[in-house]
């Protein structure tokens, strides 16, 4: 029934640069109401009208679930990606107009959690940002371990240190300083809730530590950025709106379906949420499946694909959409 | 202007009664002649004005005499309202969602005015003016949910999200048709349907609960349910079945449509924005026979329904006992002619 997301009419009120990769954006709403509450860990998804595109980038709400004056995101450029941090980067300026979706949060905190052990790595700091505040307010139980290349690059690491003091570690990685993962998780209390977010080499690396350290799955919780990955072009044909369209190396399935009228649902646009899973009507060639929300049987069985980031290489592609 | 409400009881002499324009705006859930259960889930967006749908949280004529009965059913048993530890910010979140949606749908009945974190609750029908702190339990008389569900027709469960599931962590329930949140408290939504036949082999449950748990904040959606009860009880719960359970029995050719009720789940789904929670409001409507049957269309198509209802379907909703009384009475008012398609009455 639904489509995406409720739409937002918001306008960029702040552009303010964080490092040499990391800019800041401030959105208001445009009518001057409060923008939606929202929780620590959401995420909105940001259009961009870049020509004749339209690019859909989520990014996590990063200032405080108490203020809704305005909403603020961090995007880190990313020079060999797709284009959208770069429109970001290079177009979003103070005044402009924006549409933005509502808040949803797919990696939200468990409040039945005595204490909340949060491990960031780069980037992955913002959904952290909003949690950490919504969590101090609450005057709840948390400890923020966060790695970084450089000092220089340590986004907030400098406000996150003095908001919260103890409670926060840092990691250089040009320093040679590692977090101390397996004495790290063996020291937690009982009814500790452990939350990653970062770079996915790093997100295996914690699931796999705490998994074989005897944490219950159910207490780990992660969000992985995961962009769509470029690749081949392929063509695909939509049953239902009888249409076959071309991929772009640098478009996604779902954008592709998206660029030829057809509204797919999506929530997360980083094959985690599942909203966005389409049939398999027949296909001819191999599946790319990039997502994190099919099973590993569901992957070997080809009757689904998350369209929002998986590919696919072969003769041909029928989809019921 | 405004709504009069009724003075009435849902126990003992049992003087429930729908005025002539509420037998008119009852959501009548049977579209066509025969009934299939299914999710049926559509967008809970305002519907016509005057029907049950104008706001998205609808109060009626029985406002006041159903907060009435559920006060009573907590001073019986407080274990009707039950919230565990890590739900409090959801009883919040709930708060705000009823307080706006009743101040929105009827200014004349209920007043909300914020100054930050200083609120202030007018809720005239029950003569109620008090001023609080959002996000301060020690700042009103009950725990968030409390004050603000013993103030709101309908039950309330508020669900919390994890690990891609649902469980029933609080809720205020008095007016629930034979389940029980003292059981279910604590389950997951697969342990909670667990009781429901057929439906599990057809996959509906799985489906729903991907539905449910992408539930988005501005997007609540709804979902019509039914079953009938006999007189207008408005607590058959697990706990007194000794009560109403034997009244089943009672049904006879003569006080089939003064004993026998319709009763209709309307229930929406919510996300709620500072928890991630979703609360399923499920707002019960009743109405007699008596009362019923005075929209022809609907005496018909009843009739027709009911007379055709599978055997375990008719087993689970507990009407086996009554139903042939109900199908021969109900069948003098079915002409043979064919109903209109849709809800409403003609
Ligand atoms: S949009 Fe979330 S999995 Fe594709």
């Not at chain 1, 072009?233 to 009888?242: C, R």
């Not at chain 2, 907060?67 to 708060?95: F, I």
Request: glycine share 8%; proline share 6%.
């Amino acid at each position: 029934m639904s489509t995406g997301t409720t739409k937002l009419d918001v306008v960029v009120s702040d552009v303010v640069p964080v490092n040499e990769l990391v800019t800041r954006f401030h959105f208001r709403r445009r009518d001057g109401a409060l923008l939606p509450t929202f929780s620590g860990g959401a995420h909105v998804v940001v259009e961009m009208r870049d020509g004749e595109r339209t690019r859909l980038n989520p990014y996590s709400l990063m200032g405080s679930p108490l203020d809704t004056r305005e909403y603020t995101i961090s995007v880190r450029r990313d020079d060999a990606g797709r284009g959208g941090s770069l429109f970001m980067h290079r177009h979003v300026r103070p005044g402009m107009e924006m549409v933005i979706s509502y808040p949803v949060n797919l990696f939200s905190l468990d409040l039945r959690a005595r204490k909340h052990l949060m491990l960031a790595g780069g980037i992955g700091i913002t959904p952290f940002m909003a949690q950490t505040a919504q969590l101090a307010a609450e005057g709840g139980n948390f400890e923020l371990h966060y790695t970084c290349r450089t000092a220089s690059l340590g986004t907030y690491a400098d406000v996150l240190a003095e908001r919260y003091d103890r409670r926060v570690r840092l990691y250089h990685d040009d320093r040679d300083e590692r977090i101390e993962l397996d004495r790290l998780l063996s020291s937690q209390p009982l009814g500790t809730h452990l939350y990653v977010c970062g770079p996915s080499g790093m997100i295996g690396w914690v699931r796999d530590r705490a998994a074989s350290l005897g944490w219950p799955a159910e207490t780990v919780h992660f969000e992985h950025f995961a962009a769509p990955q470029p690749g081949a072009p392929f063509d695909v044909t939509l049953a239902l709106s009888g249409r076959t369209i071309r991929v772009g190396e640098q478009q996604s399935l779902l954008e592709a379906i998206e660029a030829a009228g057809v509204d797919p649902p999506y929530l997360c646009r980083g094959g985690v949420c599942g909203q966005c899973e389409t049939n398999v009507i027949s296909h001819d060639g191999k599946f790319i499946h990039n997502d994190h929300w099919l099973s590993e049987e569901e992957h070997r069985s080809c009757g689904k694909i998350m369209p929002c980031v998986s590919r696919f290489e072969g003769r041909s592609l029928v989809l019921e959409r | 202007m405004g709504i009069t409400f009724r003075n009435e009881t849902f126990r003992n002499d049992f003087t429930f009664r729908n005025s002539p324009e509420h037998v008119r705006r009852f959501p009548f859930p049977f579209h066509e002649d025969s009934y299939m259960y299914a999710v049926n889930i559509e967008p809970h967006v305002a519907g016509p004005k005057g029907s049950v749908l104008e706001n998205l949280i609808d109060v009626d004529e029985h406002y006041v005499a159903e907060m009435q009965d559920r006060a009573l059913v907590l001073a019986e048993d407080p274990l009707r309202c039950q919230s565990l530890p890590h739900m409090t910010l959801a009883g919040w979140d709930l708060l705000e969602l009823l307080m706006e949606q009743q101040a929105l749908g009827y200014p004349e009945h209920f007043t909300l005015t914020r100054d930050g974190d200083r609120w202030r609750w007018i809720n005239r029908p029950l003569g109620i003016d008090d001023t609080f702190t959002f996000g301060d339990v020690s700042t009103l008389p009950y725990g968030p949910m409390e004050y603000i569900t013993r103030q709101s027709q309908g039950d309330f469960c508020i669900l919390d999200q994890r690990d891609g599931n649902l469980w029933m962590d609080a809720g205020m329930v008095t007016t629930q048709a034979d389940w029980s949140l003292d059981f279910d408290i604590g389950m997951n939504f697969f342990e909670w349907h667990a009781p429901v036949p057929l439906a599990h082999e057809k996959g509906i449950f799985v489906r729903a609960l991907k539905f449910l748990t992408n539930i988005q904040q501005g997007k609540p959606a709804r979902r019509l349910n039914w079953t009938m009860t006999i007189n207008p009880r408005l607590d058959t719960s697990p706990e007194n079945y000794h009560k109403w359970g034997p009244d089943r029995t009672t049904v006879t050719p003569e006080n089939v449509g003064e004993k026998v009720h319709l009763r209709v789940e309307l229930q929406s789904f919510w996300r709620l924005p500072r928890s991630n929670g979703i609360v399923f409001p499920i707002r019960c409507y009743l109405i007699k026979m008596d009362e019923l049957v005075t929209q022809p269309k609907w005496a018909r198509r009843l009739h027709r329904v009911i007379r055709d209802l599978p055997d375990e379907l008719a087993n689970y909703k507990g009407l086996t006992r009554y139903r042939p009384t109900l199908v021969e009475w109900l069948s003098k008012l079915d002409d043979g002619s064919p109903t209109s398609p849709g809800f409403g009455p003609d």
